[in-house]
Nanobody
Framework: VQLQAFGGGLVQAGGSLRLSCATSGRTLTTGWFRQAPGKEREFVAA????????SYADSVKGRFTISRENAKNMLYLQMNSLKPEDAAVYYC??????????????????WGQGTQVTVSS
């Protein structure tokens, strides 16, 4: 399984950005994590293969939406009302297990390269 994230960039606070992740192979759970400079990588959002189960970190709930389009092997993260503290390198990830609820890094076997999101205040 391979994943490739793209769509990062520079956006003003309050703005929106959509990240995409191209995937190959089937994973039961896909997710997004992020890592800011000097901080550990943290969970952002996860979604099941069917899309019927999703979860979000409290810090992004109500602002970010995760979705997937299996016919196109794509995973998305729509980010609205961005804040400076959302700035980080964002990684997409895949798991062979159903680990949608509050997953940790160790739950995911597959990782894409990161895409940088910068939010100016």
């Amino acid at each position: 399984v391979q994943l490739q994230a793209f769509g990062g960039g520079l956006v003003q606070a309050g703005g929106s950005l959509r990240l995409s992740c191209a995937t190959s192979g089937r994973t039961l759970t896909t997710g997004w994590f992020r890592q800011a400079p000097g901080k550990e990588r943290e969970f952002v959002a996860a979604i099941s293969w069917t899309g019927g189960s999703v979860s979000y970190a409290d810090s992004v709930k109500g602002r970010f939406t995760i979705s997937r389009e299996n016919a196109k092997n794509m995973l998305y993260l729509q980010m609205n009302s961005l804040k400076p503290e959302d700035a980080a390198v964002y990684y997409c990830s895949g798991s062979r297990s159903i680990v949608v609820i509050r997953p940790t890094e160790s739950d995911f076997e597959y990782w894409g390269q990161g895409t940088q999101v910068t939010v100016s205040s």
